[in-house]
């Protein structure tokens, strides 16, 4: 069984880690914060203090941080350790520009390069039922799709590397324009005396039902931003992901673009941080309702 070494330990990173150490993967993680590797080593995972160690001892790396900065950063670290067979598959929501650099930088050393970013949240993290979109050669995929499928309930490669950002993109436009329109039919319910948290299970199997609204309207509807599920910042960056891609292709996408700046609005108001539940207090406040 080849060795896995991950990198990143957040909200996704370490339930899939839990995920892959129950496979019986054999397994190394490093994190940039220190409390985040404790809590790995809590729970018996080995642990690297460097990224260079790690990738002298791992097989595959598997990448799941913040945004495209975190990554290029991580991939200058880990180029002079990196050698020829080994596979890197980034789980992180980045631009397909910075992912096919990254990809070129890598293959360098005869490292290859799988983009697989997912979509399911951090229950579907913990369930091991994410869904992964992936781009890369299908030898690459191939390979990669066994540490995967300790995380996902579907692999699905989209094309050559690139091709999975640019779908993990359509996917957050979606997400994106949905939360909003979940916010305000939660305040349109309660404003005409619907009790807003029998939304959810009033819709679901009906044409409206989707996971996010059987996630998000119910938390909306208490008021409960708590566990933190999805940040506002993180569907922030995807969608100026996606206004970047929009641009370069010359696709219009005015959805995206409102959902942007009213989910930009929100942040403004201290919420960047808080989770994707909260943008229902944009609907609460006369003063701050969208037009």
């Known amino acids: 069984m080849e060795r896995i070494g991950f990198i990143g330990l ?30 790995a080593r809590a729970a018996g995972m080995a642990t690297s203090t460097t990224l260079t160690e790690l990738a002298a001892n791992s097989d595959i790396l598997l990448l799941c941080i913040a ?40 293959s360098q050393s005869g490292a290859s390069w799988v983009d697989a970013p997912v979509s399911g949240g951090v229950k579907g993290a913990e369930q091991g039922s994410l869904v992964i979109m992936a781009g890369g050669s299908e030898a690459d995929i191939q390979r990669a799709s066994l540490p995967l ?19 993990k993109i359509c996917n957050q436009l979606i997400v994106a324009a949905n939360a909003m329109l979940i916010a305000e039919a939660v305040s349109l319910a309660e404003h005409n005396g619907v009790d807003a948290s029998l939304l959810a299970p009033a819709l679901a199997g009906g044409f409206a039902d989707s996971l996010p609204l059987q996630i998000l309207a119910p938390r909306m ?59 229902i207090n944009l609907y609460q406040d006369q003063e701050s309702k969208p037009c």
């Open 10 to 39: 957040g909200l996704m990173g370490l339930p899939m880690c839990r995920r892959l150490q129950a496979a019986g993967f054999p397994l190394t993680v490093w994190n940039r914060s220190a409390d985040k590797l404790e809590q």
């Open 149 to 167: 499928q300790a995380l996902s309930q579907r692999i699905t490669r989209m094309g050559d590397v690139g091709s999975g950002q640019v779908t």
């Open 221 to 279: 509807a208490m008021r409960q931003a708590e566990p933190v599920q999805w940040k506002v910042a993180t569907l922030l960056k995807d969608l100026d992901n996606a206004g970047q891609l929009s641009r370069q292709s010359q696709s219009a996408t005015p959805l995206a673009a409102l959902a942007s700046q009213l989910m930009r609005l929100h942040a403004a108001h201290g919420h960047a941080m808080a989770d994707l539940s909260s943008i």
């Open 67 to 106: 945004d495209a900065a975190a990554v290029q950063s991580v991939v200058a670290q880990l180029l002079p350790a990196l050698r020829s067979g080994q596979l890197i598959i980034d789980l992180s929501s980045i631009d397909p520009d910075t992912t096919r650099r990254c990809a070129g930088l890598v």
